[in-house]
């Protein structure tokens, strides 16, 4: 198993153009989640899909758009990037059913926005 | 919502030495407290947890504590080894909310040999 996986792993963007992360787990996982990590400032949920066609806000969704493709693949997407976006992209997936809370975390998208 | 205070922020420690991390939250009715450790450049990984109805647990060098009446709980590494270095975070998660983690803003841990 690949576990969760992320491309790109790096990214360089200019102010106002637009990307999308993408992300696949084959581990099952019905919840998926995005996350952004600053220094000094932990891992911050953007965006989160408890279950294949569902997604919710999370702490920091502005700026940010989310499509649930299907069960295995969870995409971000930035339509118009800002300098603020700057940030390391982790997804992750879990299965809470399991009777589990364990997030899995994927590699991480490094992005720089000029 | 849920807001999770970590601390210290950095913590350097001879190896061999104990560490120990604390973190604070909020709700009440939060039930399952993860660690998680990232290591330079890598992806943060479960290290322990622990839920609600649990006072401490332990995996060998690694033991976690929970106070639900102070609402804190701490991660407690003993002999301290090189490779312990890493950046550790605490999470918090209420129940009823899917699986939404709130986290702490991360520890700096330097084991020094």
């Known amino acids: 198993n690949a576990g969760v996986t992320q491309t790109p792993k790096f990214q360089v963007l200019k102010t106002g153009q637009s990307m999308t992360l993408q992300c696949a787990q084959d581990m099952n996982h019905n919840s998926m989640y995005w996350y952004r990590q600053d220094p000094g400032m932990g891992l911050r949920l953007i965006y989160y899909s408890a279950s294949e066609g569902t997604t919710d806000k999370g702490e920091v969704p502005n700026g940010y758009n989310v499509s649930r493709l299907n069960k295995r693949e969870f995409s971000l997407r930035l339509e118009s990037a800002a300098p603020s976006q700057t940030s390391v992209y982790f997804c992750a997936s879990s299965e809470v059913e399991a009777g589990t809370d364990t997030q899995y975390f994927g590699p991480g998208t490094r992005l720089t926005v000029l | 919502g849920e807001n999770v205070e970590q601390h210290p922020s950095t913590l350097s420690v001879q190896e061999g030495d104990s560490a120990v991390i604390k973190c604070t939250y909020s709700?009440?009715?939060?039930?399952?407290f993860p660690w998680y450790k990232q290591e330079l450049g890598k992806r943060p990984q479960l290290i322990i947890d622990i839920r609600s109805n649990v006072g401490e647990k332990k995996d060998q060098r690694i033991a976690v504590t929970l106070n639900k009446t102070a609402k804190h709980f701490s991660l407690h590494i003993t002999e301290t080894q090189p490779e312990d270095s890493a950046v550790y975070f605490c999470a918090a998660k209420k129940a009823g909310y899917g699986n939404k983690l709130v986290f702490g803003a991360g520890t700096i841990l330097r084991v020094k040999s």
């Open positions: 709700d009440s009715a939060s039930n399952y």
